[in-house]
Nanobody, 128 residues
Framework: QVQLVESGGGSVQAGGSLRLSCTSS????????MAWFRQAPGKEREGVAA????????AYADSVKGRFTISQDNAKNTVYLQMNSLKPEDSAMYYC?????????????????????WGQGTLVTVAS
């Protein structure tokens, strides 16, 4: 069973940057793709960005395109989410997610129920 551990959340002023990290116990051999989702209080969980572990191809939610970048370091079994130009509406609990079997990652971002493994989450707060 893949285990995911997130880190890097915190508080930042609007316009600032944060980098989230997600380390997996069994990354490339067990997960076809990895993703970041987020959930603000009172809202549904939504997809932010996803990456195929083999090819490195990525997909993003429209709300973060051009500001967020998902990347991976296979040697460290880690996926990152670089978040720039942060806005107050980016405030949420951010969750790392793994999908074992093949799925279109853009579809996965829309339907988070297709996730096989969730991390515990890391909180991001953006002050205006």
């Amino acid at each position: 069973q893949v285990q995911l551990v997130e880190s890097g959340g915190g508080s930042v002023q609007a316009g600032g940057s944060l980098r989230l990290s997600c380390t997996s116990s069994e990354y490339t051999t067990k997960s076809n793709s990895m993703a970041w989702f987020r959930q603000a209080p009172g809202k549904e969980r939504e997809g932010v960005a996803a990456i195929y572990t083999a090819s490195g191809n990525t997909a993003y939610a429209d709300s973060v395109k051009g500001r967020f970048t998902i990347s991976q370091d296979n040697a460290k079994n880690t996926v990152y989410l670089q978040m720039n130009s942060l806005k107050p509406e980016d405030s949420a609990m951010y969750y790392c997610a793994a999908r074992r079997l093949v799925i279109p990652i853009a579809y996965w971002l829309i339907y988070p129920r297709n996730t096989d493994v969730w991390g515990q989450g890391t909180l991001v707060t953006v002050a205006s």
